[in-house]
C-alpha cells in the first residue's frame, strides 16, 4: 500500500482508546536476522524495477478503465495471488518463521511462473509481508518463530502475465485471545461491508467513511496511514482508497482494479516505522490487523478478484 499523503485524524479521536484492552503478550520490537535475497530465475517475467529497486514503468494519470484482455490477465494474476494466500493459511502453525512463509510464497510464485512483486520494489529484501501483532504492515520476514496466541497478516502480490494481483489476511496461530480474534473478525467485516458498497458511481472515498464508522462501532479505530490504490501493469496507481474519512474525489466505473486494504487497531493508529525503513509498529504496541482484497468494478458492483474459488 501506499503511505497515505493526507491524515484526517480528529483530535479527540486518542479518547477512544484509553478503555481496557489486552494488546497480547507477543510485541515485536526486534527486527529478527533477514535471509540473504533470492534471485528470480531468468525465464519469469520481471517488473520494471526488480534488478534497479526503482519502479519506472508508466502509472495512469487517473484511474484507468481496464478493457477485456487486461481485465482477463488480472483475473489470472489475482487468481493466483489468492492461492498463494491459501497455500500460506494451510502451512502456518506454532514454530514455523516468517522466513519459512516466505521462502513458500517465493517457491510457489516461481513453480506457477510469476515474480513475487514485493521483492526489490522500492528494495524492500523479501517476497512478502509478514506483519505479527503490533506491526501494522510491511513487515519483512525473518527469523522469528511463530508463537501460539500470534495474530500475523501475510500480504501477497504476484506479478504474472504482465499484472499484479494483491490481497492479504490475517491469521491466528494457534489459541488466540478473544480480544485478538473480535479485532481479526472486524477487520474482515469492514473490508466485505466496504466491497459490498462498491459499484459505478460511487465515490471513491464512501469506502474510507464507511470503513472508518463501522470500525468505530466494533470498538476499534483505523490506522490512517495506509492506502489501497488502483493496480494493473503497475504495482500501485490511482485511484487512492483512504480507509478513514476523506475527500478524495472521482467516482468508480465498470473496468476499475483497485484494493481495499483497511488496518484496525485496538489502541492507538498511530504508528512509527522501524530503522529497517518498512516494519510499521503502532507507537503503543496495540495489536493490528489487516484485509485486503483486489476488486473490479463491474455493471452491478464489485467482484472479488483475489479469490480461488
Ligand atoms: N502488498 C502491499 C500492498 O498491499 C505492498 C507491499 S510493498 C512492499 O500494497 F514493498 F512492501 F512489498
Ligand atoms: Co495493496
Ligand atoms: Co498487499
Redesign the pocket.
Known sequence: ?NVSRMCSKLPHRNLFWKKKMNFGKYKIVDIGNISPMVSVPEYIKKPSYHETGIPSETVPEHPEIKNHEQISRMRDSCRLAAYVLDKVEKFIEVGKTTDDIDVLVFKTCIENNAYPS?LN??H?PKSV?TSVNNVAC?GIPDDRPLQDGDIINV?V?VYYNGFHG?C?KTFLVGQVDNDGRDLVKATETCLNEAIQMCKPGKFFRDIGALIEERAYSLGYQVVPAFIG?GIGHYF?GPPDIYHTRNNYPGIMAPGMTF?I?PILTQGSEMIEILPDD?TAVTVDDSRTAQF?HTVLITELGAEILTTTT
Open positions: 500500500m514485493p520494489y522500492k524492500f509481508c510491511h500480504d502480490t494483491d492479504s490504490h500501485h484494493t486494504e518498512w485486503e
